[in-house]
Nanobody, 121 residues
């Protein structure tokens, strides 16, 4: 089994910054892509950013120029640095990871439990 644990959420004023972390633990042979998603009240979960094992990143348009995704492969951890936060960034942020548990396993996607980010105006 694999567990993803997010941290770093909280309350911040508009224009402020937060850094989210997500650490994967358990039976892990390798991790391919990792990503951050968010879900605001009454809305569907949406992609924020992804990063491959090699460091290639993608961002949703609303995150470009303000958010930076990174990872530490040695620590099985993905980060999301969020700057110039806006009230519309308020949501529960979830990380996910595409994990191979053993050398002969297929990749499976795991999700964290979510961390609340609230941006006040």
């Amino acid at each position: 089994q694999v567990q993803l644990v997010e941290s770093g959420g909280g309350l911040v004023q508009a224009g402020g910054s937060l850094r989210l972390s997500c650490a994967a633990s358990g039976t892990i042979f390798s991790i391919n892509a990792m990503g951050w998603y968010r879900q605001a009240p009454g809305k569907e979960r949406e992609l924020v950013a992804t990063i491959t094992r090699g460091g290639t990143t993608t961002y949703t348009d609303s995150a470009k120029g303000r958010f930076t995704i990174s990872r530490d492969n040695a620590k099985n951890t993905v980060y999301l640095e969020m700057d110039s936060l806006k009230p519309e960034d308020t949501a529960v942020y979830y990380c996910n990871a595409n994990v191979r548990e053993k050398v002969d396993s297929n990749y499976r996607t795991y999700w964290g439990q979510g961390t609340q980010v609230t941006v006040s105006s």
